[in-house]
C-alpha cells in the first residue's frame, strides 16, 4: 500500500534528479554566461560601495570637525567666564554651524534629484566645494551645478565643482 508520505518523497526525489541530471548535462556556454552575469553584477555592486564609501568618508569626517567645534562651543556657552555679548555672538556662530549643515544636505538633496549625482558638499564661507562621482567630466554638467548653487545665494559665492570616477 502506497500511502501519501511515499508519493511525496518519491516526487521529491525524482524533481531532484532530474535537475541534478539537468544540471550536469547543461552546455558549458551557458554556465559560462551565467558565470560573466554574476561577474558584472558583482562588480557593478562592488563599484557603487566603493563610491558611496568614499562620500561617506567625506562625510564623516567633516561631521567629525563639525561636532568638535559645536562641542567646544557649547562648552564655551555654559561657561560663567563670558559676558553676555560673547554668549550671544557664540549661540550665533552655532546657529550658523547648523545653517550650513542643513545647506550642504539641501544642496546634495538638490544635485541628486536634478541631476541624478552622488555628490558631497563643503561649505566654508565664501567657497563651497561640491565633490560628484560621475565618470563622465562635463564642463556644461560643472556649469549647471555652480548656477544651482549660486541660485540660493545674493552674493557671488566662490563654487569649485570636481568629479571622480566610479
Given amino acids: 500500500m502506497i500511502n501519501k508520505q511515499n508519493i511525496w518523497f ?20 551557458t554556465l559560462e554566461k551565467i558565470k ?4 558584472k553584477q558583482n562588480s557593478q ?8 564609501y568614499s562620500l ?17 562651543l557649547e562648552t564655551s556657552l555654559t561657561s560663567d567666564n563670558l559676558s553676555t555679548e560673547e554668549k550671544n555672538n557664540t549661540f550665533e556662530l552655532l546657529k550658523y554651524l547648523n545653517e550650513v549643515q542643513g545647506k550642504e544636505e539641501n544642496f546634495e538633496k538638490k544635485l541628486k534629484k536634478e541631476f ?3 555628490c558631497y558638499t563643503k ?8 565633490i560628484c562621482i560621475s565618470n563622465e567630466h562635463d564642463k556644461v554638467l560643472a556649469n549647471n551645478i555652480m548656477k544651482l548653487i549660486q541660485k540660493e545665494y545674493n552674493e557671488p559665492m566662490n563654487i569649485t565643482v570636481k568629479f571622480q570616477k566610479n
Fill in 10 to 29: 518519491m516526487t521529491l526525489f525524482s524533481l531532484i534528479l532530474v535537475l541534478g541530471v539537468y544540471y550536469v548535462t547543461m552546455p558549458n556556454e
Fill in 36 to 39: 560573466i552575469q554574476t561577474e
Fill in 45 to 52: 555592486e562592488k563599484d557603487k560601495i566603493e563610491e558611496e
Fill in 56 to 72: 561617506t568618508a567625506l562625510r564623516v569626517s567633516k561631521e567629525e570637525q563639525r561636532k568638535e567645534k559645536m562641542e567646544s
Fill in 116 to 118: 541624478n549625482l552622488d
Fill in 123 to 130: 561649505i566654508d564661507d565664501p567657497n563651497i566645494s561640491v
